[in-house]
DNA sequence: ACCTTGAATAGACGTACGTCAACATAGAGG
DNA sequence: CCTCTATGTTGACGTACGTCTATTCAAGGT
């Protein structure tokens, strides 16, 4: 799996190269997954976009399947993990979460001649 | 596969519910292939963010397996098509686009105390 | 009617994925 | 040390996915 850097501009800008779209399909397809957008979601709002296990785990799912989904999201760059003690707290890469947002808007609309 | 309208707020802001979770996750996972994130990004690159599948269909694979993916994202209702003649368009969904876009933004960023 | 070109469908095959139970690891606190 | 709680890891299992070849469907042109 690739770092999985701030990547490229607004899709409607121009096509992306094979090697950028690999980059970047990892990150949406981190996202793809029900159990694992809930777990980002929390994390997200979370205060300080920042949350322990204990307080995002109830997704439905067991806990090793929880464990399982949010090293994916670290793999793919979109949280980032550190141990306090007795919990292990998950945080959002703001940049990260701003670049995917960017790539979705339709902001210049080439040739929309009208 | 449900049928993917714009949804939610931005992740930041709260924390999705099961089902928000599942419609939403679907977008994602449909842009979470690179086949499809570079097919999706050639329509939206195009004039009028609409293309003909031979103007995009140049992505290294077959041309049965072009059109399963271009099928994946017209059921993610990302991409809507359209006969003209001989050849089949498609093209970009705006509102899906944006709504996603918005889904990314951490505009509010809550509790930061600092 | 026939053939040609553009695109979708059907079926098959190997791989990746989501899930779980069982086990392992990491600190905290007696 | 031992144990309890919080997370991560391993290995297994069924399903979904991406890809292909072969075939079919749709429109045009001759």
């Not at 929390?42 to 296990?53: I, L, M």
């Not at 003690?85 to 979705?104: D, F, H, N």
Request: proline share 9%; net charge neutral; glycine share 4%.
């Amino acid at each position: 799996m690739l770092p999985a850097e701030p990547c490229c501009p607004p899709l409607t800008e121009r096509e992306l190269t094979a090697e950028e779209a690999q980059r970047t399909a990892a990150m949406f397809k981190a996202l793809g997954d029900p159990v694992r957008l809930r777990l980002f979601s929390k994390v997200a709002s979370h205060p300080d976009n920042e949350a322990c296990v204990c307080d995002i785990a109830d997704v439905g799912v067991s806990q090793p399947t929880v464990s399982h989904h949010l090293k994916k999201l670290k793999e793919a760059g979109l949280l980032a993990s550190e141990r306090r003690g007795t919990w292990v707290y998950y945080r959002v890469e703001p940049s990260v979460l701003a670049a995917m947002g960017q790539l979705l808007s339709l902001a210049p609309a080439p040739a929309k001649v009208a």
